[in-house]
């Protein structure tokens, strides 16, 4: 069974938002919600937190270039743009933003659904990227202060490096508090002790 998408449309043509309603229904997705312009498609990712965007490089206000780049700095989501030009520039402003996918108009049903899917695939990646590199640094962050709290009770205390890894992890699983808590507290009370 192949799975069923929310999706907005931004485009300041209503006829063009109609042919695009009826590719993505016609596929089994469901249009959450449509927009004439960038600034309400900022409004629609926080209110209707949609699996994916399309929307048009040219409205007034706020282009759809613009948009994406307010929408990944709120509610990051996959976002596909629609152009009626394939210029270097606008394509290079469409990635810098954070597009995930680019069509030129008019837009043909199977090339919509090619980019739906590649669109919330690459974004679905990013978002894992993203995750991996977070849990990376936290991870890196608690080495230093375990590193540092460690450093601290063999410099204060006379022990060994492993010595003063065990004193950690023990009082870590005594008081159920993480490694990294446990040497915040070490270090506020040996570097807080020694002035």
């Not at 450093?151 to 204060?156: A, N, P, S, V, Y």
Request: glycine share 8%; proline share 3%.
């Amino acid at each position: 069974m192949p799975v069923m998408w929310k999706i907005a449309i931004i485009d300041d043509d209503a006829s063009e938002r109609l042919v695009l309603r009826g590719f993505i229904e016609d596929a089994g997705h469901v249009v959450a919600a449509e927009a004439a312009d960038g600034a309400r498609a900022v409004d629609i990712c926080r209110a209707n937190a949609p699996d994916l965007m399309i929307l048009d490089v040219r409205m007034p206000g706020m282009d759809g270039i613009e948009a994406i780049r307010e929408i990944n700095g709120v509610c990051p989501t996959a976002c596909i743009l629609l152009t009626a030009s394939e210029d270097e520039a606008t394509i290079r402003r469409s990635v810098e933003a954070g597009a995930m996918a680019y069509l030129v108009k008019p837009v043909r049903g199977a090339e919509l659904l090619a980019a739906i899917e590649l669109a919330v695939a690459r974004f679905n990646e990013f978002k894992l990227l993203r995750k991996e590199n977070n849990e990376m640094k936290a991870a890196i962050q608690t080495r230093k202060k375990v590193e540092k709290a460690k450093g601290l009770l063999m410099e204060r205390e006379g022990l060994s490096e492993n010595e003063a890894f065990v004193r950690i992890r023990k009082i870590s699983m005594d008081k159920r508090k993480g490694m990294a808590e446990v040497a915040d507290v070490i270090i506020m009370a040996l570097e807080g002790g020694g002035k």
